[in-house]
Nanobody, 121 residues
Framework: QVQLEESGGGLVQAGGSLRLSCTAS????????IGWFRQAPGKEREFVGR???????TYYADSVKGRFAMSKDGAKTVHLQINNLKPEDTATYYC???????????????WGQGTQVTVSS
């Protein structure tokens, strides 16, 4: 069972950038789709983007298009580059995997513990 771990969060000023990483404990298979989600206090978990491992094709939520970008790195890591950070991006960011091309958190497994992103205004 592949486990995922997030890293790279921190405190940044609005307008800054961060690169989050999602690293697998084992090989990521071609059938896997890696998703990024975020959850702010008192809010539901929100889909951010997903990447199909076999092709590198990505899909993003409308709220982050143009500022967020996912990419593969080696055999075990997916990055989430976040540019022009806004205070509303403050949340705990999670990665997870699925084999379905979906934005629904219910379809994802192997959730990591999350990494905190805090954006100051």
């Amino acid at each position: 069972q592949v486990q995922l771990e997030e890293s790279g969060g921190g405190l940044v000023q609005a307008g800054g950038s961060l690169r989050l990483s999602c690293t697998a404990s084992g090989r990521i298979y071609s059938s896997h789709i890696i998703g990024w989600f975020r959850q702010a206090p008192g809010k539901e978990r929100e889909f951010v983007g997903r990447l199909r491992w076999s092709t590198g094709v990505t899909y993003y939520a409308d709220s982050v298009k143009g500022r967020f970008a996912m990419s593969k790195d080696g055999a075990k890591t997916v990055h989430l580059q976040i540019n022009n950070l806004k205070p509303e991006d403050t949340a705990t960011y999670y990665c997870a995997r699925t084999t379905d091309w979906t934005s629904s958190p219910a379809s994802y497994v192997s959730w990591g513990q999350g990494t905190q992103v805090t954006v100051s205004s």
